[in-house]
């Protein structure tokens, strides 16, 4: 039975019993073992390089329209290429860079700072990245052999319809999208269960960080927010092109501002999918530099639930220049200036902070407070534009895309760099170049701005967004050229951070366990972790358990060194319930993603793909699930012998 005893340095089990605990949780060595792992830090940083590959090209994407548009009349891309190259910048950043970034992150680091060896189901989080991989090389070649979708990463209807998108291209879309769903959807579930059901114990929910909060708030979003698109993309535009329904022909009875509705109602909350965990990495990273508790706790976790909420009532304020009756339209203008007072909340929080602590402006920091700058910047305009008579005259200008961008870049990628700074010891070991990372962050910040700024005024010049040139006449060369020259300096900066981890992961400082003096629990064991995380599941005894430790504090023992055993707790309170043995490693989450792959992308050809894919599936799901050992992997503590 799992019990508590008091903390000793040297730890509670034998010599022998932590090296059975080693070899029981350690992954497999080479090729093979690389293919079935389903350690969740293995999965994770493989999402993460994954995901960072897929934003070095992003941005280069961009890097290229901003190149075809630094002069009028340019003949760097024709219009198809331009179309091929802008839709791929916006579906690589937000379906294969922004979300799976995030959950990527959270995958690493919720089982450390909750206080858990893995992930709640393994198999189906390796089932997740597999998946994505699957969609993102598919999208991708499919770009390389000129069938890149062409659409927008919005792909409205008509213009994505049988009618104007002739050939493949946007069935690779669709059917990308789907990919990339799955995958979100999987790792949802994995935060929520393993967030909810093996926290360590005495860790209740108000003694939850706020990182972890803003991961599950976001997780419950993913699960509301996605299957709209999914749906709308490929059982709804997918089966108008491929079969002949007409949900978006209004010749036959469909709308094609239904598409819009249903985009929307997933597009909005993905903003706040790529920003509430942002504002978790801000709030787990200002107390560490600031040198004291975060002023406001639960005023913060209120926040994050209320921008959750709210977050679905916004989407019309992308439609108000579609004929929407304008009673609608003033709810959804008031709801779009209502969500802005969570964030005012945290960014109050936030500032109270710092003002009250002692700071150290480190790189992660230097972050922090240029995502505070850039947020309320993106903000700013975010409100005016919430305003239907200005709304009107600003849609589809480039002052959409300046506050796109500063609300993504600034809301959404400084924080991730902040985190990156931040973690980055606790993923390799090593501590990341300061006297670098505070180039790498003036030159970033200064190039965003340098980049963006100018384009407020070029949508108020009249400048339409989606155009491939532009007249000389229209006098908006030089601030085109201005923001091409501020690209250069984001593409220096993200050089320069490549640049810099290299040199750590080479010949960096080692980082020990808490080179920060921070306060979460992933910071309580070596850096990089162990295979098993922890030894031993400490006891949680406050808000921030490592800073409010006392000396003997307890942790938890009794679980089997050559098991792979986590602790169950209560939802409410984090009381200890019962031990779970998860299964090992395995190829059938691979399998089974290949069979995905299978079906989807021959889907585009046949509808019979989607007949044939179950049984494809069958056996590996089969073997997948089929019980290895006779008793059972749930032992309750009342089950026991005393």
């Known amino acids: 039975m799992a019990s508590t005893e008091a903390h000793v340095p040297a730890g509670l089990l034998t010599p022998a019993e932590r090296e059975l605990m080693e070899r029981t949780w350690r992954p497999r060595g080479g090729v093979w073992g690389w293919l079935i792992a389903t350690d969740h830090k293995s999965i994770a940083k493989r999402y993460v390089i994954t995901a960072f590959v897929f934003f070095l090209l992003g941005g280069i994407e961009a890097f290229v329209i901003r190149l075809q548009l630094a002069r009028p009349e340019n003949h760097l891309l024709g219009p198809d290429q331009y179309n091929q190259i802008f839709t791929m910048h916006g579906t690589t950043m937000m379906f294969l860079f922004g979300v799976p970034i995030q959950l990527a992150v959270a995958l690493y680091l919720v089982p450390l700072m909750v206080g858990t060896r893995n992930v709640a189901f393994p198999r189906l989080n390796a089932l997740g990245y597999w998946t994505y991989l699957i969609g993102g090389l598919f999208l991708y070649a499919a770009f390389f052999l000129n069938t890149g979708p062409d659409a927008g990463w919005f792909a409205y209807v008509p213009l994505s319809g049988p009618q104007f998108g002739a050939g493949k291209r946007v069935d690779v879309w669709a059917q990308m999208v789907t990919f990339t769903e799955i995958a979100a959807l999987t790792a949802a579930v994995e935060i929520i269960v393993t967030v909810l059901k093996q926290r360590a114990p005495g860790m209740s929910l108000n003694r939850i960080p706020i990182y972890v909060w803003s991961v599950l708030v976001t997780s419950f979003l993913v699960l509301f927010a996605m299957p709209s698109v999914a749906l709308a993309s490929t059982a709804m535009l997918a089966m108008d092109r491929l079969v002949g329904t007409h949900f978006f022909n209004p010749a036959e009875g469909g709308d094609p501002l239904l598409w819009q509705h249903l985009f929307w109602f997933f597009g909005h909350p993905e903003v706040y999918i790529m920003f509430l965990p942002a504002t978790g990495y801000v709030s787990d990273i200002i107390p560490v530099f600031a040198r004291r508790k975060m002023v406001g706790h639960t005023a913060l976790v209120i926040s994050l639930v209320a921008t959750g909420f709210v977050s679905f009532g916004l989407w019309v304020h992308h439609m108000f220049t579609t004929g929407l009756p304008q ?294 799901l089969v073997l997948w699930f089929w019980p290895k050992r006779k008793e059972p992997r749930e032992r309750s503590f009342a089950e026991e012998p005393a």
């Open 327 to 620: 009673l609608g339209q003033s709810f959804f203008t008031g709801a779009s200036l209502m969500i802005a007072i969570p964030s005012g909340v945290q960014i109050f929080c936030w500032i109270a902070t710092l003002w009250a602590g002692r700071p150290r402006f480190d790189t992660p920091l230097l972050y922090v407070i240029g995502f505070i700058v850039l947020f309320v910047c993106g903000g700013i305009t975010g409100v005016m534009i919430a305003s239907v008579p200005f709304d009107q005259q600003a849609h589809d200008t480039y002052f959409i895309v300046a506050h796109l961008h500063y609300v993504q870049m600034g809301a959404f990628v400084f924080p991730l760099f902040a985190a990156f700074y931040y973690w980055f010891p606790k993923l390799t070991g090593r501590m990341l170049s300061e006297r670098l990372g505070k180039w790498n962050f003036w030159l970033f910040f200064i190039g965003v701005n340098v980049t963006f700024f100018p384009q407020h005024f070029l949508g108020l010049m009249g400048m339409t967004r989606r155009v491939y040139t532009y007249l000389p006449e229209t006098g908006w060369g030089p601030l085109n050229l201005l923001s091409t020259a501020g690209a250069v300096m984001i593409a220096a900066s993200v050089a320069l951070f490549l640049a810099n981890v290299a040199r750590s992961l080479a010949a960096g400082v080692p980082a020990g366990a808490d080179p920060w003096g921070a306060h979460t629990l992933e910071w309580d064991t070596a850096s990089p972790p162990p295979p098993y995380n922890f030894a031993h599941i400490p006891v949680v005894e406050g808000l921030y358990p490592l800073w409010e430790r006392a000396p003997g504090a307890p942790v938890v023992t009794g679980m089997a060194p050559g098991r792979r055993q986590v602790l169950v707790t209560s939802v409410m309170d984090a009381e200890p319930e019962s031990l779970y043995e998860h299964p090992g490693p395995t190829i059938w989450p691979l399998v089974v993603a290949l069979a995905i792959g299978v079906t989807f992308i021959a889907g585009i050809f046949t509808p019979w793909a989607f007949l044939i894919g179950p049984a494809l599936m069958f056996a590996p």
